[in-house]
């Protein structure tokens, strides 16, 4: 057993003896710059800022920018990394020293430590969740995938995942980061179904057996049910899902001691009590004040599963509150184009006739072939090609949410946005000329519609959302696949939840049993269509060929519908092995 003390306490201390002490200080509580004797001072606080790191040059964190040349930086189980292993997506903590001086603070510490690490064993496409280590992992829109994308990851793929732990287990991933290389399985949760006898435990779907495991900040004795742990080990089978740990870590601290000035903190909103105005983020508790700031939303907006910034400064030992701002991660624009325009001053630019601002929270990333580490709104250039992906905000601004910069090759043929100017041969997406393919498909709630009864629909709602896919022709998207993503008429933040089991079903994942022309995959039935389009190896083949072709843990990938909640109509599949024979 080992007990090690906290690096972000170690951080605020180093910060607090290097700046002679906190603003807190009765000696220098004036932050007007002035002293007592009339003098002019530099007053300098100590803070602590969690959440994704949206771009470089230094980090940029929580809409912060933090000078990170002389930081000490830890990732993973590296204490001593640089900055060149840092990622955008990657949730980090930062301890910092900031002044009135106007400057960007000082970083003295930036930790980063993965959510979850192991392999891919299920893919939902259409749900947009993948699956580790029985832990669902949400993505969206603005998570970063490094190495692999949505597209290209496959079963048994290794992948770190960086993000926040909600509520039910379930963890949002702000970073997906392909990792092959890796065999360490890492995952962090809260203890459930705690057994002394058998010295076991689990977090999601995963058994932990901790009897030969090393314990830090803890030892066996304070195993508990809830409390919030990282596990590490190699030994993992798959089968049981129960993996052996060589190491459990107490997670349930923050690090965080009275001599904190200001902290920031994004994530997930847990334990909301409306009537004690307590909630946590993280493994951080707070409790609303008389004077705490809403933005975007108010009091009544507050409620478990959101994700929110809290800014909030000790009050004895209660972290109060002052500014919460809500985090609406849902998308209403994608798209992609050529800069027309920039406006320096204003932060603005333009692509496909479109403004889009900038915030100080706006995600870069750079795949062109400049592959800019430290790609920002300073490097964004007339002609530049970039994705955009943006909402609009309550003043009716286009606002960026993540910029990247692309080339022109690697454009993916998709855009996302309100319907215009819609005809039998087209239409405009976000302002995206688009026509219609000869053999273009509409989707609305997952079935297939005419394109007149399209046009109805989009005539009939005040505002149609809608995404689009094909490829560019002629300087037009030219779309074989339309679907409809929201007719309220209002663009809101709600999220149009569904029934379970009903709708499209897009996944891959690996065969667990087969009963006679039924195939379960992660516990759904698959039934073929009769004249379902099958390839094994690239090779079509009928029903017959291809269930017989099929085994337990054979990895398959499908589309098809949902009947009656029950089961899985497939209309396409296909299964490849990795020697390319049958």
Do not use: H
């Not at 493994?283 to 809403?294: A, K, M, N, P, R």
């Not at 043929?413 to 219609?436: I, L, Q, Y």
């Amino acid at each position: 057993m080992r007990f090690k003390q906290s690096l972000l306490v170690l951080a605020i201390s180093g910060a607090l003896t290097a700046c002679g002490g906190s603003s807190s200080d009765s000696t220098n509580d004036n932050t007007s710059g002035e002293n007592n004797n009339g003098d002019t001072s530099t007053t300098t606080t100590t803070v602590v800022s969690e959440g994704v790191i949206t771009g470089f040059g230094s980090v940029y964190v929580n809409g912060q920018r933090y000078g990170s040349d002389n930081a000490t930086i830890a990732v993973g189980n590296s204490p001593a990394a640089d900055e060149a292993q840092l990622r955008v997506g990657m949730v980090v903590t930062v301890a910092a020293s900031a002044s009135d001086d106007g400057n960007d603070p000082e970083a003295e510490q930036i930790t980063y430590e993965e959510s979850l690490q192991g392999p891919v064993a299920f893919i939902d496409r259409e749900a947009e969740q993948i699956e580790v280590l029985g832990q669902t992992v949400i993505y969206d829109e603005l998570t970063e995938f490094e190495e692999a994308d949505i597209n290209t990851l496959t079963i048994g793929d290794f992948v770190e995942i960086s993000g926040y732990v909600n509520e039910d287990g379930a963890f949002y991933a702000t970073l997906v980061e392909l990792e092959n290389d890796e065999t360490e399985i890492k995952l962090k949760g809260n203890v459930a179904n705690l057994n002394t006898d058998t010295e076991t435990f689990t977090l999601g779907e995963l058994t932990i057996n901790y009897s030969a495991a090393e314990f830090d900040d803890m030892n066996a004795d304070d195993l508990a049910d809830g409390l919030f742990v990282k596990v590490e080990g190699e030994a993992y089978d798959n089968e049981s899902m129960t993996l052996t740990a060589d190491e459990v870590e107490n997670k349930e601290q923050n690090g965080l001691d009275e001599d904190t000035d200001e902290i920031t903190i994004a994530g997930i909103v847990k334990n909301y009590d409306a009537d004690a105005g307590t909630f946590s983020v993280n493994q951080y508790d707070f409790v609303l004040g008389e004077s705490t700031e809403f933005e975007d939303g108010t009091a009544d907006t507050l409620a478990n599963g959101i994700i929110v910034k809290v800014e909030a400064e000790f009050d004895g030992e209660q972290l109060v509150a002052d500014e919460i701002e809500f985090k609406a991660r849902n998308a209403r624009s994608k798209v992609e184009g050529q800069v027309t325009d920039i406006d320096s001053e204003a932060m603005t630019f333009v692509l496909n006739g479109t403004t889009f601002s900038i915030t100080p929270e706006t995600q870069y990333e750079d795949e062109s072939d400049l592959d800019e580490r430290r790609f920002t709104f300073e490097n964004i250039a007339a002609n530049d090609w970039l994705k955009v992906v943006s909402r609009q905000n309550q003043e009716g601004d286009t606002v960026a949410l993540k910029v990247k910069r692309i080339d022109e090759d690697d454009r993916d043929g998709e855009v996302k946005g309100r319907v215009t100017d819609v005809t039998t041969d087209g239409m405009r997406v976000a302002n995206v000329a688009v026509r219609f393919a000869d053999n273009v498909e509409f989707e609305d709630d997952d079935d297939t519609i005419s394109i007149d009864d399209f046009i109805a629909l989009v005539e009939s709602r005040n505002a149609v959302i809608v995404e689009a896919e094909g490829e560019y022709v002629n300087g037009s998207l030219l779309a074989t696949e339309v679907e409809i993503e929201n007719v309220s008429g209002e663009d809101d933040d709600s999220d149009d939840e569904r029934p379970d089991n009903t709708g499209k079903a897009e996944f891959e994942g690996a065969v667990e049993s087969i009963e006679g022309d039924s195939v379960f995959v992660n516990g759904k039935e698959l039934r073929f269509a009769e004249d379902a389009e099958l390839e094994f190896n690239d090779e079509e083949i009928d029903v017959a060929t291809f269930i017989a072709a099929l085994e337990v843990g054979t990895v398959i990938e499908i589309e098809g519908r949902w009947v009656e909640q029950s089961y899985i109509l497939v209309e396409e599949a296909e299964i490849e092995n990795d020697n390319g024979e049958e």
